[in-house]
């Protein structure tokens, strides 16, 4: 069994007195993609988001259990939010490049970190978007506005400008939802590619694209996990009744 | 067989109603800019007589304005109101922008709606109160400052740009705000997510994301500043001479109510030619404007 990068003991989360999260024990392995999969408002999101602690800017947002990323306890009072984000990076549903050129939009990360050094800036803007295979499309116009590329492009260079604060682990929320088959299969690829450096975990309503791209799928319903096992067991032979039910289409 | 409703009606497509609304429309319209094109040749035509007659350069950049000898200088004044403007709008735009940043983003809601119901207040007091609070207040503060330098007590360069300051700081606040909310929540979360702290995010995402409505917000509190009159009138000691921080100045726009009663002939025409170059700041400053939004329709895209 791979190392755990990240784990979750007894998660709940609650929106004022909405119970999203009840209970949840879910490992995520090192260098593996660990699918979320589950019916609308089960919490999937709710819980990518509290891997890297963006519950924080909901006032309503209250918290207990553990979130342990290598043996941290990412909601521990000294924790450094800033450094722990820049740990987690995160993928959004819709891309949403900064209004910006495509060059700051990836420089932004480092600079925030303290990077100014042009040449430095210049070499992980470059490793960044190959990262993320986009740079052949866009290295001839990286001060162009990101917002002027498609919307494919626009999620991959929200991919590189992720990586290029040297995440650990990256998390992504529906990152092909709004993506033609071309660019989510392009995606798909580049996830393979990632998750050779990188620990990911990915939210996902396509069946198909769970089972090509990940190692681990979690099940969720109505906020909790109702099955975590290997991709391969969770599609095949599906231990739960419901579970069943989901994947082969039958509700949710 | 289905029913198929037919989309031709029996009668004319126009009704009446519609067609006399549109020449109503349309007249309207021709009146806003046959009135525009009216003023702008009656500027042109009863301000360039002046310049007609002493020369454009001795005009715009004669030293001395001094009408009972018949020498039409504008420049002291044309160089004040650039000053105070430049002068305010350099304060006022950071300061502003600072506001609205704590207004959009910062403050609590409560505190936020009482700041702007206190700011849009401030926006419509008179500007002969500003003056007055000015005459009362700030000249006499300044007073010192003149003393420790040497100089007269008097209404100053210095108190002008302050009373602008106060006067622009509500447009600039309201139109920064609108700005600053205007911008999508996705890209500060963006920012957050990447290990930005908030300010880092709203200071180097958010703000510069704003920036034509700032922008904007900037032109019109320049717009406002340069035409202001009455309140920098009382603040400013009104003398035509080069512009000193501490000294009295008069503004282009004081110049005209000060002299207007007791002018006449070439004086009278100088005061005209003032106003026109007035006109023309105005002008390039809404065409500038209209530039920024154009600009900003643009970038949104
Ligand atoms: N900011 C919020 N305030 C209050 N309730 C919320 C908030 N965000 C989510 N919820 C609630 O928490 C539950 C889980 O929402 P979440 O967005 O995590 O679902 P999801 O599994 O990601 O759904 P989807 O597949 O539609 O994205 C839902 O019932 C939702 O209504
Ligand atoms: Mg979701």
Request: charge should be positive.
């Amino acid at each position: 069994m791979t190392p755990v990068k990240m784990h979750t003991r007894a998660l709940n989360l609650f929106y004022g007195e909405v119970h999203a999260l009840k209970g949840v024990d879910l490992d995520m392995p090192e260098q593996c993609v660990t699918a979320l999969i589950g019916p609308s408002g089960c919490g999937k999101s709710t819980f990518l988001k509290t891997l890297n602690r963006m519950n924080d800017t909901i006032a309503s947002v209250r918290i207990s259990g553990e979130v342990v990323l290598d043996g941290e306890d990412i909601y521990a009072k000294n924790v450094d939010v800033t450094t722990l984000r820049k740990k987690a990076g995160m993928v959004f549903q819709s891309p949403n490049p900064f209004p910006m050129s495509i060059y700051d939009n990836i420089a932004y990360g480092p600079r925030i970190h303290g990077e100014k050094k042009r040449i430095v800036l210049d070499e992980i803007v470059e490793q960044s978007l190959r990262d993320a295979a986009i740079w052949d499309e866009v290295k001839d116009r990286l001060k162009k506005p990101a917002l002027g590329l498609s919307g494919g492009q626009q999620q991959r260079l929200c991919i590189a400008r992720s990586l290029a604060t040297k995440p650990e682990v990256l998390l992504m929320d529906e990152p092909t939802s709004a993506l033609d088959p071309i660019s989510t299969s392009k995606i798909e690829e580049l996830i393979d590619e990632l998750k050779r450096d990188y620990s990911i975990v990915i939210v996902t309503h396509n069946m198909q694209q769970a089972a090509r791209i990940s190692d681990y799928t979690a099940f969720f319903l109505l906020g909790e996990v109702v099955e975590h096992n290997t991709t391969g067991d969770v599609f095949s032979n599906p231990k739960d009744r419901r579970t069943e039910d989901y994947i082969t289409g039958r509700f949710g | 067989m289905t029913n198929k409703t037919s989309i031709l009606s029996g009668r004319r497509t126009k009704s009446l109603v519609e067609r006399i609304m549109n020449i109503i429309f349309l007249v309207c319209g021709l009146a806003s800019v046959v009135s525009v094109v009216f003023m702008t040749v009656y500027m042109v035509v009863s301000g360039g007589a002046i310049i007609a007659e002493t020369g454009v350069f001795r005009f715009l950049l004669g030293h001395v304005w001094n009408p009972g000898g018949s020498e039409f200088g504008i420049l002291p004044m044309i160089l004040s109101s650039v000053l105070a403007t430049l002068g305010a709008v350099l304060i006022a735009l950071p300061v502003g922008v600072l506001i609205a940043v704590f207004l959009a983003k910062l403050s609590p809601g409560k505190l936020a709606t009482a700041m702007r119901a206190f700011i849009d207040l401030l926006a419509g007091i008179p500007s002969v109160i500003y003056g007055l609070l000015g005459a009362l207040l700030l000249v006499p503060a300044i007073f010192k400052l003149q003393a420790a330098a040497g100089l007269p007590n008097s209404g100053s360069l210095l108190a002008a740009i302050v009373i602008l300051v106060i006067m622009i700081l509500p447009t600039i606040i309201s139109v920064s705000e609108t700005a600053i909310r205007s911008v999508p929540k996705q890209y500060e979360e963006a920012a957050l997510a990447l290990g930005s702290t908030r300010l880092q995010a709203i200071f180097k995402v958010t703000v510069p994301a704003a920036k034509s409505g700032i922008v904007a917000g900037m032109v019109l509190g320049t717009g406002r500043a340069i035409g202001e009159a009455m309140a920098v009138m009382m603040v400013s000691g009104n003398a035509a001479i080069m512009p000193e921080l501490l000294r009295p100045v008069r503004l282009l726009t004081a110049a005209i109510p000060i002299e207007w009663a007791y002018s006449s002939g070439l004086h009278r025409q100088a005061l005209y030619g003032i106003g026109l170059v007035l006109f023309v700041f105005i002008m390039v400053i809404n065409l500038l404007l209209r530039q920024v939004m154009k600009k900003g329709g643009a970038q949104d895209e």
